[in-house]
């Protein structure tokens, strides 16, 4: 009998890769000092011993979750927000298992509330505002523990969790934290199978993944986000230092960017467009902090040496752009 062999590569704490591999039951893989852990009651996951048909669908799967995921992780400058991030994060779990509903919830360290960023399913006013607490309803008992949790049967297990939210999951709920560096942060809820079809151990393996890689993308967006507006903060801190130069031109740099940014948005221009006509705007002068201020102040007509002098300073503006993050 053939069975699938998933491994994670990870290095100082991060996901780096997988190894998957077909083995056969003669070879599995012998658990050493690791005690037999009882699954709770009310998990209720469907195990399955797959045929030869569902496991080569789901080596299939397991690779184009895996592609697809990386491709994420690839191209995180593209999200304009980490809105559109996490969107694309519950679109790809609702296209993976065919799902009627997902939903990405955010931990906010201040409040230790879940706060809902992504809903992919039926319209839903409760959803969109949603927060819950650490330990309430499934959600919070997920990001509390740093557990996944499966229920079959929602209805059956309505006052174990203490389930308000009815209009949100209907059947079934794989509720699996996002863990990064072993700290929740989030949690994804993958629910209602258009199949109608019950959670298995198999998709619990998928899902545990899709969360890990989502962790990883998340928190890797908010670095390229803090690093953006620090980025931001040196720009406007030099265009200041260049028009504190000159008071001729004081504040020339910010309306230069102001202007600009204005023309972009009524041309239509896309967000990174614009983005980058407002840096372009601040920046534009900055090699005039390389002119000397008997240049850059003279009341009067320029020298020839002078006008050759002040002409320096695009070049040593590209030269201090280069050397920004």
């Known amino acids: ?22 083995i056969s039951t ?4 012998k658990t050493i000092g690791m005690p037999k852990q009882e699954k709770p009651a009310e998990a209720q996951v469907k195990k399955e011993e797959p045929a030869d048909g569902n496991l080569l669908e789901r080596k299939i799967l397991l690779e184009e979750t895996i592609t697809i995921l990386r491709e994420l992780n690839e191209n995180l400058s593209s999200y304009a927000s980490l809105y559109e991030l996490t969107d694309d994060i519950a679109k790809t779990t609702a296209r993976i298992f065919n799902l009627n509903t997902c939903s990405l919830l955010l931990l906010n360290p201040l409040t230790d509330t879940l706060e ?6 039926q319209e839903n006013a409760a959803a969109k505002n949603l927060s819950i607490k650490l330990g309430e309803e499934i959600s919070g008992v997920t990001a509390r523990y740093n557990e996944i949790k499966i229920i079959n049967n929602l209805e059956a297990n309505k006052r174990v969790f203490n389930l308000k939210l009815e209009g949100l999951y209907k059947n079934s709920l794989a509720s699996v934290p996002l863990s990064y560096k072993g700290r929740v942060i989030g949690v994804i809820n993958a629910s209602d199978k258009k199949t109608g079809k019950s959670f298995t151990d198999n998709d619990s393996e998928i899902l545990k ?15 390229f ?9 040196t720009v406007i801190t030099l265009a200041k230092a260049v028009d504190a130069k000159d008071p001729y031109t004081n504040m020339h740099s910010q309306n230069v960017a102001k202007y600009s940014v204005r023309l972009a948005k009524y041309l239509g221009l896309s967000a990174e467009s614009i983005e980058t006509i407002h840096r372009a705007g601040l920046l534009h002068d900055i090699g005039k902090i390389a002119v000397r201020d008997e240049v850059l102040q003279k009341p009067g007509k320029l020298t020839n040496e002078e006008y050759e002098h002040i002409k320096i300073h695009p070049v040593k503006g590209e030269e201090i752009i280069k050397s920004l993050p």
């Open 225 to 233: 986000l803090e690093l953006q507006e620090n980025y931001l903060k």
């Open 209 to 223: 993944l899709i969360s890990s890689e989502s962790a990883i993308a998340i928190q890797n967006f908010r670095l």
């Open 116 to 121: 809902m960023y992504s809903y992919i399913g």
């Open 26 to 29: 003669r070879n599995k893989i």
């Open 1 to 22: 009998m053939e069975t699938i062999l998933l491994l994670t590569i990870a290095f100082s704490g991060i996901l780096i890769g997988y190894f998957l591999r077909n």
